[in-house]
């Protein structure tokens, strides 16, 4: 059963062509082709730091462990694209601790494990209609607390994560493996939906590539909240006060 349905514009040799594509779960038994799309996207990209794809065996465990997964399908059934979410404390628990949470905080935060858009159909927002469909979804479910990590390189999904509300709570390295063994940056992001952040009305912004400075300031309580006109620089507030909540089991 879909859940919704978007009208999107595709790219076909060097022409948009109007579409429409579907939105609804995958299932257990359409992973092996979910997994075929995400590498064939992950090689499309080249040495990208931004996308860090785990392999087969280890990316869906959370899926057998609970895990949802919206995939996004064309009109031939074809899968172009996907918005993985699962619970924290189904492999990430420690992200809690990351960002000022204590570790049992996990069993109640959605984490945006991924999302990945099939190239011909970017520039129609679909990342960030994902997540917010992501949000209500759960939100029907009585989970209102998410997290996400993003590549502080990766422009287009810290915007969407930025004007969805979530904020930069943590920058650390995450993701060592044998192709990145020093690790890779990222942005550790947190919404609670429930809880509305006081902060100061100062809002001091700092060059993305300063990723030592944005450490000092995250460190002092101050919070990523948005981005530059030119998209070059990071807004930080300081954070004067935080509420906590717990969420019944996904």
């Known amino acids: 059963m879909y859940l919704t349905t978007f009208d999107v514009l595709k790219k076909e040799n060097g022409v948009k062509v109007p579409k429409t594509l579907s939105l609804r779960l995958i299932r257990e038994d359409e992973l092996d082709k979910l997994y075929e799309f995400m590498v064939k996207v992950k090689d499309s990209m080249g040495d990208s730091k931004n996308f860090s794809l785990e392999p087969r065996d280890q990316i869906f465990m959370p899926y057998e462990m609970g895990a949802k997964i919206l995939g996004l399908f064309d009109e031939d059934g074809n899968i172009v694209g996907e918005r993985y979410m699962t619970l924290l404390s189904h492999g990430k628990s420690e992200y809690a601790l990351d960002v000022g949470l204590d570790e049992e905080d996990a069993e109640s935060?959605?984490?945006?494990?991924s999302t990945v858009i099939d190239p011909d159909y970017t520039g129609n927002g679909l990342q960030y209609k994902t997540l917010e469909f992501a949000k209500d979804y759960c939100a029907k479910l009585g989970y209102t607390k998410f997290m996400s990590t993003?590549?502080?390189?990766?422009?287009?999904?810290?915007?969407?994560?930025?004007?969805a509300d979530?904020?930069?709570r943590a920058l650390k390295k995450k993701y060592y493996s044998q192709e990145h063994p020093t690790g890779l940056w990222r942005y550790i992001l947190f919404l609670d939906k429930t809880v509305e952040d006081k902060c100061s009305d100062e809002v001091i912004y700092i060059d993305r590539s300063e990723l030592n400075k944005q450490i000092e300031y995250i460190e002092n309580d101050y919070v990523g909240v948005n981005l530059s006109e030119d998209k070059e620089?990071?807004?930080?507030?300081?954070?004067?006060?935080?509420?906590?909540?717990?969420?019944?089991d996904f």
Do not use: C
């Open 109 to 113: 935060i959605i984490y945006l494990k």
């Open 166 to 168: 979530l904020k930069i």
């Open 150 to 163: 993003i590549s502080p390189f990766n422009l287009f999904s810290l915007k969407n994560g930025l004007q």
């Open 233 to 248: 620089k990071i807004g930080y507030v300081r954070l004067t006060d935080k509420g906590k909540k717990h969420i019944e």
